[in-house]
Structures are given as structure tokens and as C-alpha cells.
């Protein structure tokens, strides 16, 4: 009985109960956590941003450089679909396309609460650049991405900053747009292999907006002002100026009246804008001296974000409550879109030889059957896929998949088992190259594939551990010179001792972890290095001491750079930023599990 | 019974401090215990909405905590290494007496660690430790009788006792 006894007495004092105060508000949000990881496991989530950023550079850049001449002022052009943007109650802003007379109603962009506005249609008529938010982003911010014109998931462009108004350039090789990237807002210029982002000269120290190409892609015209934003009598004009910051140039200069909103035709050389007046307003033209100016509409209704025909022939604007209204460029042929409610319309072009109706999307990989060889020589079970560029010389229409290896005797098994992650980059539903096996710990899928190194080919996340906290194994495609691998990255030794630290062994495959519980808090993101390149930065933390009012927040965070299947420690350094509270944009992947 | 807000509420405050604390003493891991429970009980919520009946909220919670704790244990054991910065500076108050029974019970089979602290520090008795780890009755009391056999040598103490006993609850 003694024993009984001291058992009791010690176990009594050596467990220490739990505090309970505000755990149930800590399990809903925890329940809505687990509600968002179900949604990226199935892979919902993680598909409608896997593009990547750099990855749809390199795609954009192949895209565009194949067309030789610019499609921009070839006479045979013609007028395609009118894609605009509009407001879901509960479901952010949508990507919408329709016919010209308002035919084939769609919608382009994917379910889900987002924001997509301010679409562009690019030269060759198939990709769509957009301003983009995403729930998790900070009020104000947004990145520049692409939506093909079939519809489809959005790529990043950019990392998360303020955007507004993007237009492609005339031979689609670069982007303007209102905005900041950290500097004063103006009109820059985003070059879209490099990514690379360019004021243009003058235009910061004013009032901007709404910028335009010309025709050669020499000029952009904008609105501005030179007066104050509190103003109630600002008043706006139209300017033009190069790229470079030369030849600043008002074309409308009239302080009593003001003119915004402009859109350059590339086929007419003549712009339209809109004149915004003590009455309704109206959408005029002129020509690129400022001069020559006509009345395309002055009806009662308030025009707003005018666009261009490619054709020259029409205009489309946004009309009030009659949603997008197009009308003759002459003034003449006033006609409403059935069903499209929305606003800022972009035109389509179509260059010769394109079809109206696009092409469909590519062919995605089937997800495989439970058992079946998808070219490994082997069976799987449990497999899952999530759509990615793997090796962006192979196109569209690649996809990774990971499922567990059916042992002989047939069963699909459970626990620790062999685990394959394999990519098919050629889009026929049979894997083209495979990972080593590796074991899983528990609920392995895959996960998402975020571009962690920004050289256009995206990585594999696969999760490895499902539990309020997810672990995920990172995966790179190596394009050796035979056949390309992909690996387990590694940590290059020495890892991070020499910062003190032993998170990430030197030789050892790290395991990243994504989510938060009760205490813990972790993320991974990516931030591009002063230096150039791209960094990989793992954020783990956790509140201490536990279960005490005066718990502090204490994080690591581990700084990478990927080369070659390799992770290199750049940096280890203690921070008190809760990840939770970082914007985790999971390198073009939206991995955000705290929202 | 449901599962609803107020069954939840209820557990927190009466059954989840101790539950955590014992969960803990299995896995050997505070943060994988509270994950543990807390996973649970969320579980149990959900199954409770879905229609499904939960006949009792503690024993089903206390089961499949302790299952969780198991995965868990793999969590624990990965996130050690990458976690040795944030805890090495945060170690709890210890007791020499603590210490031994903790050295003790973490050198039992998880089996028979479980049987203990559900015995002995949840103070269930036979009939309802075999009932949360799954298991026949005379399971339990062998089980403890071999757990007790052990932490006797390791303590330093007799196993003179208890063997059939009904427990308090």
C-alpha cells in the first residue's frame, strides 16, 4: 500500500494541471484553423496560387518572345472577349468574362474569398494581369498577378505591396503601374522576366494614377495632379511622359475642369478618357497632342475606367448601375452587356489567326487511381497531387504527386510507410521522375508548390506531419544533364551551429513547420536578399512560460538561400514577432494557416 | 450526450486541467499534451455535430488524447531538435521526488505508464482504465501489476499491495 500511496502523492505533484482560461475562444480559432489546413491539404487552397511568381516570369517571357513582331498595331487584329471584374457578396471581388454582346458569361478566377480588379488583357489576348488580395493580406497591400484567359489560378507577380491600375506594354514584355514598393507611390514599370521594378521619373513627386501605353511602348499617359488630395476642388489632368521621365507633358491642362482615367488606343493613337464635371460626367477622345477631342458618350449615365476596342472601332466602359455598357467610337451603337454587372472592363485582342473562344485549358494530370502504376514500377495509395511548374521548359499542365507504397501483400497501409513524391511535367498522368522513398510520419500528402528559390521552377512541399502544427518536407527538381531528380533537400554542413543554434543540422533533411496550437507559432516565407536571390526564411516560435499571464512570444528565425537542392544557413536570429502575425505568402504559395 | 458549447465549456474547467497534466506524464511532452487534448475535444465537438453520439465526453476524450500523444510523441521528438534554442533556457521548477518518479515512469512501456497515471493520478478505477485504453479488465491489473512491480525497484519500495482494487471513480 505504500507504494500505492507515494505513487499517488507524487504523480499528484508532479503533474501540473492545466489553466483553462480562454481556451474555448483558442479552440474556435483553432477549429477555423483546422477548417483552412483541411482546405490546403485537399489541395483547394494551395491550387488557386501555385503559378508561382518567377515561374510565370520565365512562362510570360517564353509566351511573349515567340511572337517576334508586337501584335500591337497590326491592322488585323480584332476584339475578343470583355473580361471585368465583380463584387460577390462574401467572395471579395471575381474575375468575370463575357462576348462582346455580352455572350458566354464566366467566371475566370477560382472560388474563394480573393480580390481580383483592375484585370489587363496582354497583347496576344491570353493572359489577364490583375490586382490580387487575399484575406491574410494586410489592409492596402496586394501583389501583381496573372490569370490565364481561360480561367485558372492566379500566379504572383510580385510580393505584396500597393498596386493599382496594371497595363501590359504593347509588345507584353513589361507592366505599368500605379503603385509602391516601399517608395513613394507613382507610376512604375515592371519588367516581366526580371521582375525587376523601375520608377518612372517625375511621376512620385505628384498625385497618380490609371497610366496608359502608347503605341511604340515609348510613352505611358496618366492622370495627375498637382494639387492637394484634401482638396475638394483637386482638379485632375491627363498627362503623358516617357518611360525615362522625359517629356512630362499636360495634354488636357484645365483647372477648371478635371480629366482622368485615360486609355490609349493602340490601333487609332488617340485616347480616351473621362471628364469628370460638376454634372454626370463624359467619356471624350482626342488625340495623343491633347487635341482633336470628341464626345464618345454624354448620356446620363457616369462613365468611369473607359477601355479601347483592340479594333479602334468601340469603347467599353463602366456605366453606373447598367454595370459594362459599350458604344461606337464615333458615339453611336449604345448597347449594355446582359448581365454584366461589374466595373473595370479590359478588351481582349485578338491578333490574326486567334480564335474568339480560347483555347481550352491545358491538360492537367489525372489524379491516379488507389493502386494504380503511375510509371514507377509500383504501386501507390493515398495519392494526392497539387499542379505546379516543376521545369518550366515543359509548359503548362504539370503536377506533382506523393502517396504511400503498397506493400506485397496488396493493403494500402497506415502509420510510419514507405512514401513516394513523384513529378509528371509532361501532363499525361504518368510520373516522369520520382523521389527516393522516404517515410512518412504521419498523414503525408502533397502539399503545395511554392517557387522557394525564384528561378522559375517551382519546389514540392509534402506534408509530413498532420496535426494542429503541419511539418512539411521540402522537395526540389535538379535538371541534371541525363535525367532530372527530384531530391530531399538538404542542409549543407555545417547547418546552423556556427550561429549557436541546432534546428537545422548540417547534412540533414529539415522539416519546416506551418500552423500554430496553444503555444506555438510557426510560418515559412520568402523575401528577396540585398544581394539578389531569393531567400527561404523559416519562423518557429512559441509563448513562454506556458499557461502564465506573463508568457512573452520568443521566435527563431532561420534565414536559407536554395542552390541545388541545397539549403544554405545565411542566418539564424532571434525575433519576438509572433508568425501568426507575419503575412506568409509561403513564396507564391498562400500558406497563411493563421487566417 | 451533445457536444456543444457548454458540454465544452464545462470540460475545460473541471476535467481538462488534470487530463492535460496526466496526458503529459505519458508523453513526457507539456505543449504535445495540451495539443493533444485540445485536438480531442475539437474532434469530439465535430463527431457531435455530425450526429454522432459521444456517450461520454472524459472517457472518449481521454482515449483518443492519448492516441494523439502517441503521433505526437513523433512531433515532440522532431520539434526537440529544432526547438533547443527556445526551450533550452526554460526549464521548469523541479523536485528531486518529481524527478524520480518522472525518471521512472518514463522508463515503463507506454502501456503501463498509461495504466498508471489513468490509475493513479486520474484516479480511475480497473473497470474504467480498461475502458479508455481499450482493453479487458484483467488486462489492467496485470498491466499494473507489472508497472508497479517496476517503479517499486526504481523507487526503492516494497510492492506489497493492490491488486484487485475498485479505485474511486
Known amino acids: 500500500m505504500a507504494l500505492d500511496e507515494r505513487l499517488r502523492r507524487e504523480l499528484d505533484r508532479a503533474a501540473q494541471p492545466a489553466d483553462p482560461s480562454g481556451l474555448y475562444e483558442h479552440l474556435i480559432r483553432r477549429r477555423e484553423r483546422r477548417q483552412i489546413a483541411r482546405k490546403v491539404q485537399s489541395g483547394l487552397l494551395a491550387a488557386v496560387v501555385l503559378a508561382g511568381s518567377v515561374g510565370a516570369f520565365y512562362a510570360l517571357t517564353r509566351l511573349f518572345r515567340e511572337t517576334e513582331e508586337p501584335p500591337v498595331a497590326a491592322p488585323t487584329i480584332s476584339n475578343g472577349l470583355i473580361v471585368f471584374s465583380r463584387e460577390i457578396p462574401g467572395e471579395g471581388e471575381q474575375l468575370f468574362a463575357a462576348g462582346p454582346n455580352g455572350s458566354g458569361l464566366r467566371q475566370l478566377s477560382p472560388d474563394g474569398r480573393a480580390v481580383y480588379r483592375s484585370p489587363d488583357v496582354s497583347p496576344d489576348g491570353r493572359t489577364i494581369v490583375v490586382v490580387h488580395e487575399i484575406p491574410s493580406f494586410e489592409p492596402g497591400l496586394s501583389v501583381l498577378a496573372v490569370v490565364p484567359i481561360e480561367g485558372g489560378s492566379p500566379g504572383w507577380l510580385t510580393e505584396p505591396h500597393i498596386f493599382r491600375d496594371p497595363t501590359w506594354s504593347p509588345d507584353g514584355t513589361q507592366i505599368a503601374f500605379a503603385g509602391s514598393i516601399g517608395d513613394p507611390f507613382g507610376i512604375y514599370v515592371l519588367d516581366v522576366a526580371s521582375g525587376d521594378v523601375q520608377p518612372v521619373p517625375g511621376t512620385y513627386e505628384i498625385s497618380v494614377g490609371h497610366p496608359t501605353w502608347s503605341p511604340d511602348g515609348t510613352s505611358i499617359a496618366f492622370e495627375a495632379s498637382t494639387g492637394s488630395d484634401t482638396d475638394p476642388a483637386q482638379s485632375w489632368d491627363i498627362y503623358s511622359v516617357a518611360v525615362d521621365g522625359s517629356d512630362m507633358t499636360n495634354l488636357t491642362n484645365t483647372p477648371d475642369a478635371s480629366e482622368i482615367q485615360p486609355a490609349w488606343s493602340w490601333t487609332l493613337d488617340r485616347i480616351a478618357f473621362i471628364e469628370s464635371g460638376p454634372a454626370e460626367g463624359a467619356l471624350l477622345t482626342m488625340n495623343s497632342a491633347g487635341t482633336d477631342l470628341t464626345t464618345a458618350y454624354g448620356g446620363e449615365l457616369s462613365p468611369a475606367n473607359p477601355v479601347w476596342a483592340p479594333d479602334g472601332t468601340a469603347l467599353a466602359f463602366e456605366g453606373g448601375s447598367e454595370g459594362i455598357v459599350t458604344v461606337q467610337a464615333d458615339g453611336t451603337g449604345f448597347a449594355t452587356l446582359p448581365d454584366a454587372r461589374g466595373g473595370e472592363p479590359a478588351w481582349q485582342p485578338l491578333p490574326q489567326g486567334t480564335s474568339v473562344n480560347p483555347p481550352p485549358p491545358p491538360t492537367q494530370s489525372p489524379s491516379p487511381l488507389v493502386g494504380e502504376d503511375i510509371g514507377l514500377g509500383l504501386r501507390l495509395c493515398d495519392v494526392t497531387s497539387v499542379q505546379g511548374t516543376f521545369l518550366s521548359a515543359y509548359g503548362d499542365g504539370q503536377s506533382a504527386v506523393v502517396g504511400m507504397v503498397i506493400p506485397s501483400d496488396g493493403s494500402c497501409p497506415r502509420g510510419d510507410f514507405e512514401v513516394v513524391a513523384a513529378v509528371d511535367v509532361t501532363g499525361d498522368g504518368v510520373v516522369d521522375f520520382a523521389s527516393d522513398p522516404f517515410t512518412c510520419q504521419g498523414g503525408c500528402s502533397a502539399f503545395a508548390a511554392p517557387d522557394v528559390d525564384g528561378d522559375g521552377n517551382d519546389e514540392l512541399l509534402v506534408q509530413n506531419v498532420q496535426f494542429s502544427i503541419i511539418g512539411v518536407k521540402l522537395f526540389e527538381v535538379v535538371p541534371n544533364e541525363d535525367e532530372p531528380a527530384l531530391v530531399a533537400v538538404t542542409v549543407a554542413p555545417p547547418g546552423d551551429a556556427p550561429f549557436g543554434y541546432q534546428g537545422f543540422g548540417g547534412g540533414e533533411e529539415p522539416q519546416f513547420w506551418i500552423g500554430g496550437d496553444a503555444f506555438i507559432a510557426d510560418a515559412i516565407r520568402c523575401e528577396q536578399g540585398e544581394g539578389g536571390g531569393r531567400l527561404f526564411i523559416s519562423t518557429t516560435g512559441e509563448s513562454r512560460p506556458h499557461d502564465s499571464p506573463d508568457a512573452r512570444f520568443f521566435a527563431t528565425e532561420t534565414t536559407f538561400i536554395l542552390e541545388g537542392g541545397v539549403l544554405h544557413v545565411l542566418d539564424v536570429r532571434e525575433t519576438i514577432d509572433d508568425p501568426s502575425s507575419l503575412v506568409t505568402t509561403g513564396c507564391g504559395a498562400d500558406l497563411d494557416l493563421f487566417n | ?169
Open chain 2, 1 to 169: 450526450m451533445r457536444v456543444d458549447e457548454i458540454a465544452i465549456r464545462q470540460f475545460l474547467h473541471t476535467r481538462y486541467p488534470r487530463l492535460v497534466a496526466a496526458v503529459a506524464l505519458v508523453c513526457e511532452s507539456r505543449p504535445a499534451a495540451e495539443d493533444a487534448v485540445q485536438e480531442a475535444l475539437l474532434r469530439a465537438w465535430e463527431r457531435s455535430e455530425k450526429g454522432e453520439v459521444i456517450e461520454s465526453l472524459n472517457a472518449w476524450v481521454t482515449t483518443v488524447s492519448l492516441n494523439l500523444a502517441k503521433s505526437g510523441l513523433r512531433r515532440v521528438m522532431a520539434e526537440r531538435r529544432a526547438r533547443s534554442r527556445l526551450v533550452r533556457d526554460f526549464v521548469p521548477e523541479t523536485s528531486g521526488d518529481r524527478i524520480d518518479v518522472e525518471r521512472a515512469l518514463a522508463r515503463l512501456p507506454r502501456r503501463q505508464r498509461e495504466a498508471v497515471v489513468l490509475r493513479y493520478y486520474l484516479q480511475m478505477d480497473t473497470r474504467k482504465v480498461a475502458e479508455v485504453l481499450g482493453v479487458h479488465e484483467g488486462t489492467v491489473k496485470s498491466t499494473l501489476f507489472r508497472a508497479r512491480s517496476a517503479l517499486a525497484g526504481a523507487l526503492g519500495e516494497t510492492d506489497t499491495e493492490e491488486a484487485n482494487d475498485s479505485g474511486t471513480r
